[in-house]
């Protein structure tokens, strides 16, 4: 038994060293042009990274050190020597400290860590990674496996780094990490504390960052109670606007309940009033406040959890702007989670001879809107699809089918289908055993569930009498507004099929340059032809059809002397039943698991195709630092210590 133990845990470490780098979070999440800094990656199967990218121009990872991970410290003896000597060392008497006496080190309770013995040595952020472990106290039921490791990277942005929205992709030898976002700011970028010892609070107080004007961009990190603390120096009449992102970073959390982080918004005024705040915007989990600024003065920015949760990967930013006149700095569908070029899911059809497209919005509360169209032949089928939420709009529509109507008023007219929601599932289809004795799981993929398509209503109606119709356009609440716009598709049912991607980036060999992708069909109204992957100017296919149970193809890069990270649209063909073919675009997504039960594909920007650099791997020493190896394993060193002590 004993033996068959081993085996099993050496087989589970020899496959975790296989697994890609799952990077769950980044933080902060963004850099200021022109500017260096160090952010901390929490996630699982992260000490054997070996570098990243950062799409665009002018900013890259320039190191990589992984964080030893951390034994708790046991026993008496070994707890208050420790919490004695990071003290020491937060309150400036860094020195070379000796190390512990033999008679503790001879404790067989005694945990040895590399940077437990070098910790003058570790510069700000490394020391408050040492003293949060230290110092938090574990909770077994609350801990987290996917975000036990921890890696730190060194980023240099360059001065005309241009400003805006990046991913950022690690890897090691065997894949590499889905993208997540990262920001690049012409503006100041301002970090919250990584961590504080209560004895620094007690001594000193909490650190309170100094009060800064707008535009500037404050970057956070939410904890289980905590509420986070920015200052802003803002004059009389101007409009602020403070645009959080949160749940946009990090969409669904696999253990949580409610399955993403739901930030809230506070402005204080000089006097500690609360002036203002923010909740959800629209219908987007993340807040932006607007404040007519009535006085000169200090304000205090708060952000928390709407339940006061919290947790290491409780990310997010605030960016903070001023303006001078009333209009809104920002509108609900430029501040939807979208993908450019969108998912094929998004794309409105094109208008022909049988295909009836209209657009509108709901410009008053209440509102409804008509849509008149004929049908020419009997027992035709069409589909009538609204397209809200998927462009953006806080629109939560229902749309109601009329007819025939004839000469009579619409008030006269039955009503033959009403349509609310029409949630968007890909049932991914997996063998998690082996042929001779397969084990299928059937996993029900909610696809871009972020954008809320499910509240875009869609259904199909056959017409058995030719006619007037009317479809009528309103939203199920009664809201209104200028935001609320729409697109509404009236179109015949046709055999089609959608391409989705369940992985966005991958790694590929600097010998073959090939990859093999992970994809699924989504065959619609009865489509059962084969799909292949299109050849593009940058890759070169397999001419062989996208098997719908493995759910694979596999490509080649035409140019083969580059190394870095390629950001490629691709397209899948079909031959249809009417002979014709059909070219879509494959939407890239990575599978998001939210609160215990749901899956999700959460659509990204493109395929990423990643080569490593010729040189070798980034990583620093991650262990021994500069003191020798005597220091990790707690024995006192002959070079610069004697029984224990300084010399």
Known sequence: MHRRIVLACALALAAAAQAAPYAVYFYPCGIQAGT???????GQGLYGTLGGWITGEGVQIVRVTPVPGFPRARGKGQQKWMVDWIYELLEGKRSH??????ALTEDSDWHPNPWWYNMEQCDDLELSIVARDLFVPKNDLQASPSLADLVILDIAAAPDAKPGRREIILHDSSGVSAPYSFFVTAEPRIAEPYYQAPRMVKLKGAAKLDPVEPPVSFDGQIFPGETDEFYLRLKAGSNLTCALTGRELLPFLGDAVPGFFNPIIHLFDPQGNEVAWADDFFYLPDPVLVYKVPADGVYRLEVHDNLYRGRSDFVYTVACTV?????????PQERAFTCFPPPAAQEVPEEDERTVVRSGSLVCPGRTVRHYFNVTRPYSRYRMELFARRQGSPLDGVLKLYGPIGTMP??????????????AKLYDVRNLGSEEQPIIKTNMLYVGSILQVERDPAGIYTFETPGRYCVTVSDISGAGGEDYTYTLAISPVEPTFEVYGTASAYLMSPDTYDAQLK????????????????DTEDVVADSYEIDDIKGEAGLTMRKKDWRGVKCIQLTASARMPNGKKKTVRITPTDAAEQAFAYTHLVPQPGFFFCVPPEKGPMVVDSGQKKRGADHANGQACSKCHKDGRKK
């Open 36 to 42: 260096t800094r160090r952010i901390v990656v929490g």
């Open 97 to 102: 400290h000796e190390l512990p006496p033999e």
């Open 323 to 331: 303006g001078d006149t009333d209009k809104p700095v920002y509108t």
């Open 410 to 423: 619409l008030a006269a007219a039955p009503l033959l289908a009403t349509w609310d929601d029409s949630p």
């Open 519 to 534: 994809l699924r069909v989504l065959r619609l109204n009865g489509f059962k032809g084969p799909v292949t992957l299109d």
